[in-house]
């Protein structure tokens, strides 16, 4: 039921945000009318709050809490499902960016990076309404040794129809040639904690940390597929999406990681008893465990070598890979074999999905498993959800 007021406070709204003056010397104006494309479409509450924000009015608390949004956006795998590549509309461009529960900074490549650096990428171009960080610098690497660094811009961006008008966009005046090479991203949007966000002086928030209040829940699901379209869904989760119940676990976010503990680990259904401690981290593409783990569980596959020439773990193509399952209270979370026989590594050998962690004292939980789950990612408390899906 809509309230004479929000009628009245809408009306005022929409000709204020209708009118547009064609030009202040005619004795009139035009009111130039475009229909609000369904993908962002937002609730009446929300124009209503950001009406009474605009003119300062005080937003009531039905108000605020019918304003919440929810969005949805496509993600889709590269080649070989070694990253998923989510489109994101970054002040006045349409980038496709790498959403990356491992780190917290949305850079992109820009006019500030070299053209010799950014040839085959989109790139970030500065909105009207965009303003510079004064100041403020930014500074990445990332495990595989790949790094970028740049300014910071205040912009709009909408993923999947939920916006966020004073995001920290990073621009890239410097990319590490990984990412030069690799024209399938123009950027990363950072997920995880804003905590281990990397702009200096003052560390900036996240996208969904900028959202997460205005969301009908502080939530968001990654439903990654193998070799098909999948989303990252902002503020609601979907039974349409994933069978059974979500198997919730207490996330230790200290730092900065969406970090849980799987209460045990088994190989090809046999149970192996320990507990694992580790991040779930869309932004690499396999799963890395301790050298204990990762040796128990190629033991089960008579081809299976460490090759140093490739830096890790192959095995004849035509091997039969076992089931690699970590269990989370009553869930048991599967990754099919078939995942884990990951790549080509050349003439009949493959490449394994599960590699070791280096000894870095923690398991990551890449896409080769990401993908074989519906996964909540949640703020309340925090805590993460697991799903067959
Ligand atoms: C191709 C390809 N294959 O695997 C990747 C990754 C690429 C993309 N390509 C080589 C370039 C690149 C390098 C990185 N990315 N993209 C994504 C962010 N990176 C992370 C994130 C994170 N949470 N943890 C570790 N690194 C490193």
Partial sequence: MVSNKLVAALTAYSAVAAAVPVASQTKGFSLV??????????????????ALTKFGAPV?????????????????????????????????????????????????????????????????????????????????????????????????????????????????????SEFTQDTSIDGLLGLAFSSINTVSPTPQKTFFDNVKSSLDKPLFVAILKHDTAGSYDFGFTDDSKYSGDIAYTDVDSSQGFWSFTADSYSIDGQDAGSSIDGIADTGTTLVLLDDDVVEAY???????????????????????????????????????????????????????GIQSNSGIGFSIFGDVFLKSQYVVFDASGPQIGFAAQ
């Fill in 298 to 352: 190629y033991e089960t596959i008579d081809s299976a070598q460490y090759d140093d020439s490739q830096g890790g773990y192959v095995f004849d193509c035509d091997a039969d890979v076992p089931d690699f399952a970590i269990t989370v209270g009553d869930y048991t979370a599967t990754i099919p074999g078939d995942y884990i026989n990951f790549a080509s590594a050349g003439s009949s050998t493959c490449y394994g």
């Fill in 33 to 50: 009318q475009e229909a609000i494309p369904k993908s962002s479409y937002r609730a009446p509450a929300a124009h209503l709050a950001k």
């Fill in 60 to 176: 009531p608390a039905h108000v605020a809490a019918a304003a919440a949004s929810t969005g949805s956006v496509t993600t889709n795998p590269s080649d070989g499902d070694e990253e998923y590549v989510t489109k994101v509309t970054v002040g006045d461009s349409t980038l496709n960016l790498d959403f990356d529960t491992g780190s917290a900074d949305l850079w992109a490549f820009s006019a500030d990076t070299p053209s010799s650096e950014r040839s085959g990428h989109n790139y970030y171009k500065p909105s009207d309404s965009a303003t510079k960080v004064s100041g403020a610098s930014w500074d990445i690497s990332y495990g595989d040794g790949s790094s970028a660094s740049g300014s910071v811009y205040k912009d709009t961006v909408t993923v999947g129809g939920v916006t966020f008008d004073a995001q920290a966009v990073e621009a890239a005046s410097s990319v590490s």
